[in-house]
């Protein structure tokens, strides 16, 4: 019974589960670098991998590859850092292991190197362990813990101990819902500052935005409360981000906000594909026909058409303007300085893990970002944010070797980042051969 059930979780074979081999030497031939700490194209090089780093980056012509190294020739292609997801969901609960595997490989066969847990569990700990120690070909994984909202912060007293609880469990960070009162995250947000830990996520219409900023949050997510800020006091309760404000709000307030925004610091994770997918135009048959609907759980595409169908109902310029709104906050955002990290809410409506982090780049090209941009908000900014630019963020000597290879420039066109011919996580190569037979095969 349980491995039919695994059967039919995963519409796949047997699945197979292993640690992964010692490091070995891997040479990239004749490719093209996108190092991303500026924007340049290095052609014909040779990189060395060697010990989970990039060993070495030089000229072909010149790059002695070291005897008995796995040559990859990469003539033709193009090697950039793997990027990141900042507003990742990992199973937890009571899902199967291999549910919850196939989620994590799902994020690395899409070049994901890093994931950051929104909605943790305690079984997530041991796993961003094994993550961390190449266990599992995977991401490196920061997590945080159960979420703090409307149901589980029933009063300052439960805010102060939730704190203290994730804390000592380990978590790496606190998730913010809706429905916490101002009261309640007052004490959260001082217990949390006496800790030493950070939070991350919505902000409560009780709160507001205005206090969020003022709180520093670590990231605010999903750009939750700034449709809100530009309602005028009296509005009704939002709904979806402020789709039934779209006719009260005042654009002209956008650059008070923006302005605020770089001067408390906080970091914005747009999960902007999210709402794209919700209210955007194209169809539901449509988007069940992307490619990587073929690795949603099932039954979660029936599901997600009759979500978007709900949404199309509302008045098409409401959605229009929502969109329009968000996409300039991005770029007004952008444009001052605050920094923007890569998050798509996958797996969510539409979002499948991994694939949905490259739709998120498009939509940040869309809003005004050059593709180099784009790329910085998964890449540098992501290693800034978690202050490991030295071991992460660039394809340079060094630096951790987790990276794409790609079959066609993304700063040419940002949609290239979905044409992998492999990947590397922790200095393990994987062919996208190699991927594709795992997907096919359930074999993580």
Known sequence: MKKLLLSLLLGTGAVVYAAQPADVTVAFVNVSVIPMDRETVLADQTVVVSGGKIASIGPAAKAQVPAGATKVDAKGKYLMPALAEMHAHVPGGQAPDA????????????????????????????????????????????????????????????????????????????????GVSRESFDAMDATANSLGITYSGHVPLDVGLHRALEAKYATIDHLDGYVEALAPPGSPASQTFGLNLTGVVDEAKIPDLVAKTKASGVAQVPTEILLENWLGPQSAETMAG????????????????????????????????????????????????????????????????????????????????????????????????????????????????????????????????????????????????????????GTW
């Open 99 to 178: 549910v919850v595997e196939r989620v994590i490989f799902l994020y690395a066969a899409n070049g994901i190197g890093t994931i950051r847990s929104m909605l943790g569990h305690p079984r997530h700990i041991p796993l961003r362990e094994r993550l961390a120690k190449r266990e599992l070909f995977g991401p490196r994984m920061w997590s945080s813990g159960p979420s703090f909202n409307g149901n589980s912060v029933t009063s300052p007293a439960v805010a102060t101990q939730m704190v203290k609880d994730q804390k000592a469990a380990g978590y790496d960070f606190l998730k913010i819902h809706p």
């Open 290 to 441: 992307w490619p990587e609907m073929k690795y949603a759980q099932p039954g979660e595409v029936q599901k997600w058409t009759e979500v978007k169908k709900k949404y199309d109902a509302f008045p098409a310029e409401a959605r229009q303007k929502l969109l329009t709104i968000r996409r300039r906050l991005i770029k007004d955002l952008h444009a001052a300085g605050v920094t923007i990290l890569l998050g798509s809410d996958g797996p969510q409506i539409w979002n499948v893990p991994g694939f949905s982090a490259h739709r998120e780049l498009g939509t940040y090209v869309a809003s005004g970002l050059t593709p180099y941009q784009a790329l910085v908000t998964g890449t540098r900014s992501v290693a800034a944010f978690f202050k490991v630019e030295k071991e992460a963020g660039t394809a340079t000597a060094g630096k951790r070797a987790d990276l794409i290879l790609l079959d066609a420039n993304p700063l040419a066109d940002i949609s290239n980042t979905m044409k992998i011919a492999g990947v590397m996580m922790g200095g393990r190569w994987m062919s996208r051969e190699e991927i594709q037979r795992r997907l096919d095969g």
